[in-house]
């Protein structure tokens, strides 16, 4: 198999050699010129998934990087495994891509392409959502009055078993597999989003039955059946979620604005956490020491240390947008955005 081996260099960003060559420190344009929007564990090994159906894996914790066999040039915004082997990952056209080695190689299990059709191969159509990285301009679009979900994106993707998966996505896109991706089922009707308001992510509070979406316009919906029945919750804030952070007994919601609002009893109620920031907080992590890093447009890093009660603002150096995050076993970070893949150390 031809592979692209790529490291770290000593200024923390990634580089590249050439093709079937050893480790140099000049950059790679597959990792540095590409937008990567989410990373993944799947067991020891990392993965990375992005622009044009760009996907990385690395058996180093980012250190080296092999370049993925994909089946799709569309863009791709999620990734998830359930172990070492079987994992998805999701993206624009309602693409939804299936792994069962650990990353390494991956097919087309559900694709609704505009003017296509569900399960026909799937092909790039960025131009339907122009400028993804500005999430803000998201909230902008009109809604029909019967929401037609052809073409759009799916944006998040949670894996619960080897069997199971969920997708949700633009327009209220929901699908779901339970037989490991040979067959997907529609999910939009059971959830009460009559809008169909666009779903950025799922969630699952851990030890749980509870599975928690939030979306544009306030979107917050919650499942306590595993998934079976959704209801809609009271929402704290007008604008579109982004993402959430989850832990035993904490649920964090962040979007638009720098806004942030944490939960302690699955939903019912919550509370703003002031930030000091204005543009969007899009993801986050949970360290073994049971940090939270919150990270988000412009390079924003929001740091607690006392589970969520409050945050404390850094910046990244080069003030990248981030999209996603992921921990590192020696306590670093690996961040995906516009600026590629990089390794950052020490937020604290």
Sequence with gaps: ????????????LLATAQIGAAPASSESPVVSALTYLDVARAGTRVVAVGDRGNILFS??????????????????????FADAKHGWAVGHDAVVLGTADGGETWAVQYSDALGGGAADASADDEDDYD?????????????PEVVDTSG???????????????AVGGYGYVVETQDGGTSWQKRNADIPN?????????????????????????????????????????????????????????????????????????????REIKTGVTRAVNDGVVLQDGTIILIGQSGAVLVSHDNGNSVALQYLRNRETVSGVLSLTDGGLLVAGDHGLNVINGIR
């Excluded at 198999?1 to 923390?12: E, F, Q």
Aim: overall charge negative; glycine content about 8%; some cysteine.
């Design 194 to 270: 009559p809008d169909g308001w666009h779903l950025y992510a799922i969630q699952r509070i851990p030890n749980t039955s509870t599975l928690l979406i939030a979306g544009e316009k306030g979107t917050l919906l919650r499942s306590r059946d595993n998934g079976v029945s959704w209801q809609k919750l009271k929402s704290p804030y007008g604008g579109t979620f982004f993402g959430m952070t989850v832990t035993n007994n904490l649920v964090l919601v962040h979007g638009m604005q720098g806004k942030v609002f944490s939960s302690r009893d699955a939903g019912t109620t919550w």
């Design 1 to 12: 198999m031809r592979v692209i081996a790529i490291s770290v260099c000593a200024a923390g």
């Design 131 to 143: 400028n993804y990285d500005d999430y803000d301009s998201y909230d902008s679009y009109d809604q």
């Design 59 to 80: 058996e180093d914790e980012g250190q080296t990087w092999v370049s993925a066999q994909s089946p799709t040039d569309a863009l791709l915004t999620s990734v998830c």
């Design 152 to 166: 759009a994106p799916f944006l998040d993707v949670i894996c619960e078993s080897a069997d199971r998966a969920m």
